[in-house]
């Protein structure tokens, strides 16, 4: 019979890379480690895990128990929480997935709205850099709800909160920085401040600019949301970013694109969210974004 500290093993496993990391991390031996991985697989028909010289990897069998393994402990967590709630344990835990741009832009406001009114209620984030990563956590069952660009299908709860806007940014002395609006196209022949691939914000950018008829050139790439708008004000050429995630002391210079660049932004649950998430949507819904 299949057991959560087995799925706990066998998840701890996969993310530290390594059976003793794991067992350090677990406070267990080793050996007492193996012996519960081995009592899965025999649970599941097959070997989970393939052991090579510094690592572990994978089976087919393993990588289709895994979201199902990580989505029982979440589920686990949640019931403990919502156990000790009711004995009057602790207040309750929050559990927000979300992309690394929203964290910058979006979130902060709510989250100051949602801890003056409930202070003892605790937020875990979970932050992503593409919607694809975002929605397979939530399908895997990571967070209470997910606060995203619309996701494609989703077979739960969807609601829209509204739309931000991308707003191009260049450096202060720049020959682009001499009114308020700018064209893409105006813009083709520069070379932009680009994203990661896998960040959601790079499939923005690439979308954007194919509309406008041109696929942007690459001065630099960046994995961080924030280092984007610095480095185009440091002049490495313009970047497309969420005007919300701009400080207010921001020394680049920041144009809104004609036609305007939106994104719609949504927070969604598996099923009927429960009273701490349904409230906190509240919150987003309250919230001014564009």
Not at 54 to 82: F, I, K, N, Y
Not at 100 to 123: K, M
Not at 255 to 275: I, M, N, Q
């Amino acid at each position: 019979m299949t057991t959560l500290r087995q799925l706990e093993y066998f998840v701890t496993v996969i993310a530290e890379g390594s059976f003793t990391k794991a067992a350090e991390l677990l406070h267990v031996t080793q050996p007492a480690l193996s012996h519960q991985i081995r009592a899965l697989e025999r649970s599941a028909g097959g070997p989970l895990l393939e052991r090579l010289p510094r690592t572990v990897r994978l089976t087919p069998t393993g990588r289709a128990m895994l979201p199902h393994a990580r989505a029982a402990l979440a589920d686990a967590e949640r019931a403990r929480c919502a156990a000790r709630q009711a004995a009057g344990l602790e207040v309750g835990e929050l559990q927000i997935a979300t992309l690394y741009s929203i964290t910058l832009g979006v979130l902060p406001a709510a989250l100051r709205r949602w801890r003056q009114t409930r202070p003892n209620v605790g937020i875990r984030l979970f932050e992503h850099r593409h919607t694809d990563e975002l929605v397979d956590a939530m399908h895997a069952g990571q967070a209470d709800l997910a606060v995203g660009p619309e996701p494609a299908n989703w077979p739960g709860m969807t609601h829209i909160l509204g739309s931000e806007e991308l707003v191009v940014v260049v450096a202060a002395d720049d020959p682009a920085a001499t009114g308020t609006t700018v064209k893409l196209q105006d813009l083709a022949d520069r070379s932009w401040v680009h994203y990661a691939p896998g960040h959601g914000l790079a499939d923005v950018l690439d979308n954007a600019c194919a509309q406008a008829g041109f696929e942007p050139r690459i001065a630099v790439r960046t994995e961080q949301t924030a280092a984007a708008p610095a480095l185009a004000a440091a002049g490495l050429g313009p970047a497309l970013v969420p005007d919300n995630i701009l400080p207010k002391d921001f020394d680049g210079h920041v144009l809104h694109t004609d036609p305007p660049v939106h994104r719609t932004l949504t927070a969604y649950t598996r099923s009927t969210p429960d009273p701490l998430a349904a409230a906190f949507i509240d919150v987003l819904a309250g919230q001014r974004l564009s």
